[in-house]
């Protein structure tokens, strides 16, 4: 069985679009035709080598879909033909199985324990939740990833408490969904900062009571401490991954309080800092994917969204086909897009 894919050959190159042979299910492994996947910051950042150089070249990408199950293999009991489903890379409940191995024209194409830029995947069982099929695959893909980490960011990583002072660096992405979980932990206030109006705009739609434009290049510390009155908010997080902007998110945070960074900072640079605030009760921390647990978490927040507590739908701005994938990327890197999906 074929299936069209995106393909990272080269490190800083476009991805290649073709088509690859799927491999045979083995043990823990299921077939899932995509519906819907989300491009996510960590593509980019695959193909841009934060991380450093990629030893598993050439592999396919993605790691957040919505999809339907076609086939199981052996041992698979968690999903079962038919189901509907959010693809995540957060470990859930099932089989941890071995990673496929995808054909190109001869050549081994690694695929990891989940991918979502290619039509047909083999998929990790414990890489796959269950959802009702009212859900749409635009809302599973956004659980995979942005709902998940973004409220797991705040409440298992910051743990933030009602009434804390939450300011978010970076509002695209998993920003924009750590801006609605501090709305829904009950935060106040919740300033978003970001370089562009429009992700500012969604951002204030969506949780924060306070926004402020860098664009400019104003300094942001000074604009908070004046939204909280001379105060340092009690928890700051920080989706750039950007030492400079890391460096004031922790000067900013207040003595007792929580930085949290969910931005990863290339693998070639460095953050200095002084870490005599440290003893004194200032926490540092990095987030791993808020620390969610997808099959505990995804039904969790669709009880929320079948109440009509929150509706995460307006987050996608821009849709592709997958054979656009690449400018989609390239329209990400602009800043324009919030949330983009490729359509299958």
């Keep these: 069985m074929k299936t069209p894919a995106a393909i990272l050959v080269e490190q800083q190159k476009p991805l290649i679009l073709d088509e690859v042979t799927l491999p045979s299910l083995s043990y823990g492994h299921v077939l899932v035709e995509l519906k819907v996947s989300r491009i996510c910051g960590s593509q980019i950042g695959e193909i841009d080598g934060v991380k450093g150089p990629d030893r598993y070249l050439p592999h396919l990408l993605g790691h957040e879909g919505g999809g339907v199950v076609l086939e199981i293999g052996p041992e698979v009991t968690h999903v079962k033909p038919g189901d509907h489903v959010v693809l995540h890379w957060r470990e859930g409940v099932g089989i941890q199985s071995r990673a496929p191995v995808y054909d190109w024209n001869g050549v081994k194409t690694n695929g990891g324990y989940v991918t979502t830029f290619n039509r047909y995947a083999v998929v990790s069982e414990n890489r796959l939740t269950p959802i009702p099929s009212w859900v749409s695959f635009d809302i599973a893909a956004l659980l995979a990833d942005t709902l998940t980490t973004g409220f797991g960011v705040v409440t298992n990583d910051a743990q933030v408490k009602i009434g804390e002072s939450v300011v978010i660096v970076g509002a695209g992405g998993i920003g924009l969904g750590a801006i609605l979980g501090a709305k829904l932990a009950g935060a106040y206030p919740i300033v978003a900062v970001d370089l562009h109006a429009h992700k500012l705009e969604v951002a204030h739609r969506y949780g924060a009571t306070h926004v402020i434009d860098v664009s400019g290049g104003i300094d942001f510390t000074a604009a908070v401490r004046e939204i909280l009155k001379g105060r340092s908010p009690d928890v700051v997080i920080d989706g ?67 109440g009509g507590i929150f509706d995460p739908s307006g987050f996608v701005s821009h849709r592709f086909r997958l054979e656009e994938v690449n400018e989609g990327i390239a329209r990400m890197r602009s800043g324009e897009v919030i949330h983009a999906m490729i359509d299958f």
């Design 240 to 306: 750039t991954g950007n030492p400079e902007v890391l460096e004031k998110a922790f000067g900013l945070t207040a003595s007792k309080g929580r930085c949290v960074i969910f931005g990863v900072m290339r693998f070639d640079r460095k953050l200095a800092l002084n870490t005599l605030p440290l003893h004194f009760g200032k926490l540092l921390t990095g987030s791993h994917g808020g620390a969610s647990q997808p099959s505990i978490d995804i039904p969790r927040y669709l009880r929320m969204i079948e």
